[in-house]
């Protein structure tokens, strides 16, 4: 499938987060014991954000549709907004939409999140997002964004576009038994083995792809520092990741989901597809916080 030019265009949906990444922790805080991180970093995130700027990092059209707070937070970490090269056409300013705060504590082997949301996740400007003549392909960052509007699907296959969906965890969403069911009409689904296991009810990977590849035509699976896994109908592909040296691995996920869709609106075959997905993941874990850095070696 090949979607260039006039529609080819990402309409990413979601909330956009402050983060406050905390790295360099020797363990993670249990309750009643402090913990002291080496550094400490505000940015902007949110699988919306992270996800078009990798896009617009690849130099492929992603235009935002969020809401973003006017409060101080939100006001300090703006610039980085018009530095991504995202399109904000459809950036809504709006005061009860934040600060979304998120605190993010990392250290080499994984991250935990504390995160507290504000306002409506879709903009009112969805209806003008849908009419834009390049818009191509819908991602939703965040099934809690479905759950929240449930004819975001609907909608956009209505407008002509593919959807694509990351489930993200959310704890009072994940297991929720009609979750595949709410996403009927995806055609790319994203999760990662976490969610792919407690959505399917599958402990082991290849059978929860096997489940996922019964509801969606293309179902990527993101494995971390051991590469990815890809269903489409009869179709099973794997890919290995490269050894990078991790900073932080926030985001690395929806780095994955911008090279993967990139790939897919390049008309790239699906096993080209699991490797760039793999590749910006692993390009993504190299520094601090989701959005791009610098281009940066993935050679072992």
């Known amino acids: 499938m090949n979607l260039k030019s ?3 265009a990402v309409i990413s949906v979601g909330r956009i987060y402050c983060d406050l990444v905390f790295s360099g922790l020797s363990g993670m805080p249990q309750m009643g014991h402090e913990v002291f991180a080496r550094s400490m970093q505000p940015v902007l995130g949110g699988g919306a954000f992270i996800a078009a700027a990798h896009l617009s990092h690849l130099d492929r059209p992603a235009a935002l549709l969020a809401a973003y707070g006017t409060d101080p937070l939100s006001q300090t970490l703006a610039p980085q907004l018009e530095e991504s090269g995202i399109d904000l056409r459809f950036l809504e300013r ?3 939409a934040g600060p979304q705060v998120t605190v993010v504590m990392t250290n080499a082997e994984d991250r935990a999140f504390l995160s ?3 306002g409506r996740a879709v903009p009112t400007r969805f209806a003008n997002a849908l009419a ?3 818009a191509a392909l819908l991602h939703i960052a965040e099934y809690a964004t479905l759950d929240e509007q449930p004819d975001l699907v609907s909608r956009a296959k209505a407008a002509g576009l593919v959807v694509a969906l990351d489930p993200s965890w959310d704890e009072t969403l994940i297991g929720q038994p009609g979750l595949l069911k709410a996403c009927a009409g995806v055609d790319i689904f994203l999760p990662n083995a976490e969610e792919a296991a407690a959505i399917t009810g599958k402990s082991d990977l290849a059978q929860a792809l096997d489940v996922l590849a019964d509801h969606f035509p293309i179902v990527a699976i993101k494995c971390g520092g051991r590469g990815g896994l890809l269903g489409a109908g009869k179709t099973r592909l794997s890919t290995t990741a490269p050894k990078v ?3 932080d691995t926030t985001g ?3 780095a994955f989901n911008a090279g993967l869709i990139d790939a897919y609106l390049s ?4 096993g080209e597809c699991l490797d760039a997905g793999v590749t910006a993941g692993s390009l993504s874990v190299q520094s601090i916080g989701g959005a791009p850095r610098p281009a940066t070696s993935v050679a072992v």
């Open 6 to 8: 006039p529609r080819d």
């Open 94 to 96: 709006r005061a009860d």
């Open 116 to 118: 507290c949301r504000a």
């Open 132 to 134: 834009w003549e390049r």
């Open 245 to 247: 040296h991790v900073v």
């Open 252 to 254: 690395a996920g929806d």
């Open 267 to 270: 008309g790239r075959a699906l």
